[in-house]
């Protein structure tokens, strides 16, 4: 069953059918926004999105609202202060990827501008190359994140399936450049 599926049902989760129908596969072009939606993906491995959802707004307050310069300059009272909120996903490993991959976007933002910027300039690659070009900038992101991350602001194709209401909505928002 596709998630377009699962969000068309009667029992489907409201945290999901939000999601899917005002978020999932649409185009981002803020910057802390995309950086919260990596933090976000990245706090998903190993559990449901479901989680990952209801959490949400703690991660918003958590995290700075996902200012980017802000959690690149996180200290080490910072990652404590993460470790010990019940609100977020209480990972090490993933808070620090969390500081990294925040100093990572300050120095693409240097280079190219915006992190957008630099999404859009290394468009279109397959995941295989996504992963690759992701792994090399950034800490804790397997293939399943940066798919999931590139699909869900309309980089890689397959958030929605072409049946679903959704679909068409998501493509009109796209820059034709991005279609692939």
């Not at 404590?80 to 100093?103: C, M, P, T």
């Not at 090399?136 to 679903?164: D, Q, R």
């Amino acid at each position: 069953m596709s998630y377009c599926e699962y969000c068309m049902r009667e029992d489907a989760k409201a945290v999901h059918v939000n999601y899917h129908a005002n978020h999932y596969g649409f185009p981002i072009g803020e910057d802390n926004a995309l950086f919260g939606r990596l933090i976000l993906e990245i706090n998903q491995a190993g559990l449901s999105w479901e989680t990952i959802l209801k959490k949400e707004e703690h991660f918003i307050k958590a995290y700075s609202h996902f200012n980017i310069e802000k959690v690149a300059q996180y200290s080490e009272k910072d990652r404590e202060r993460l470790l010990s909120d019940a609100g977020i996903i209480r990972n090490k490993l993933k808070v620090n990827a969390a500081i990294h991959n925040a100093q990572q976007i300050v120095q693409i933002k240097k280079e190219f501008g915006t992190f957008k910027q630099w999404l859009d300039v290394n468009h279109p690659l397959s995941k295989d190359e996504w992963t690759k070009l992701f792994k090399k900038t950034f800490k804790f992101v397997g293939g399943e994140i940066v798919n999931e991350f590139l699909m869900s602001i309309g980089y890689l194709p397959g958030a929605h399936v072409e049946s679903c209401p959704i679909f068409e909505k998501v493509k009109s928002l796209k820059p034709k450049w991005m279609e692939v």
